[in-house]
């Protein structure tokens, strides 16, 4: 799942987006009491949602349950203002349902760069992230995320474990300029579950360092157009000549 989402959210406000990481569940997301998404499948998101910033409590619960029954999972939510943050209902390490809040990293990257970020939640070992072959990141336990600023390409991504093996089939992903890419690793190694969701992020890309303008990078002054004004002078004194000519015919 490719997510695009905008980097920026008004000062009072946050950017939100939730992920669907439990495996075999469908889900209706319950906020503050009301229901907000009904029938959410595993490995979906939402759109990038503004929230205004405050408190919320979510509740997650079977799809077509009766809503005032006891949620599956639950959490309270606190939503700062202008952040970019991801939600995700996950499994931990020990195979247990939770729910993680993430602030999303939104520095900027170098000219021709990308941000790759693996977030491990999944119940599996330590892994390793692989790009076009190479190791990236190692050791990234459940619950950790790990990052790196690579150049802005497509590339294959795979994730493996600590002794090679790779965990979820390879990801072609065409890593953009100036934006950021978050790997969320979801599901369940010991019930084969497991699996790979990509969320990307636009604008992280640098600020021009200048404008150009010529002259060594300063405003470029009028030029006054003299040959111009050397054409117009020539040109008005024939016309001045040959009027007096014309005058003197008709004397």
């Known amino acids: 799942v490719t997510m695009p989402m905008p980097a920026w959210a008004q000062a009072a406000n946050s950017i939100v987006t939730i992920v669907h990481g439990l495996p075999k569940f469908t889900a209706d997301i319950y906020v503050n009491g009301d229901l907000l998404l009904s029938g959410f499948q595993p490995e979906e998101a939402t759109d990038p949602m503004e929230l205004p910033a405050g408190s919320y409590a979510v509740e997650i619960r079977d799809a077509g349950a009766p809503e005032n029954s006891a949620p599956a999972l639950e959490a309270d939510l606190d939503v700062p203002g202008g952040k970019n943050l991801s939600v995700i209902a996950h499994l931990d390490a020990s195979g247990n349902p939770t729910v993680s809040v993430f602030d999303n990293d939104l520095a900027r990257v170098p000219p021709g760069r990308a941000r790759l970020l693996v977030r491990h939640q999944a119940e599996a070992p330590p892994v390793e992230l692989m790009v076009d072959g190479e190791s990236l990141l190692s050791g990234v336990a459940s619950g950790d ?47 084969a579950t ?49 009027a007096r000519e014309a005058g003197r015919l008709r004397t």
């Not at 990052?147 to 994730?159: D, K, N, P």
């Open 194 to 242: 497991l699996d790979l969701m990509v969320q990307r992020v636009t604008g992280v890309e640098s600020a021009p360092s200048g404008v150009a303008t010529g002259l060594g990078g300063l405003v470029a002054q009028p030029v006054f157009p003299w040959a111009v004004v050397m054409l117009m002078v020539a040109a008005g004194a024939v016309a001045a000549r040959a």
């Open 145 to 191: 995320e790990g990052e790196r600023v690579v150049a802005a390409a497509r590339s294959e991504i795979a994730i493996a474990s600590e002794d090679g093996e790779s965990l979820v089939d390879p990801t072609s992903v065409n890593l953009e300029e100036g934006t950021a890419y978050y790997l969320y690793l979801i599901g369940s190694s010991t019930e």
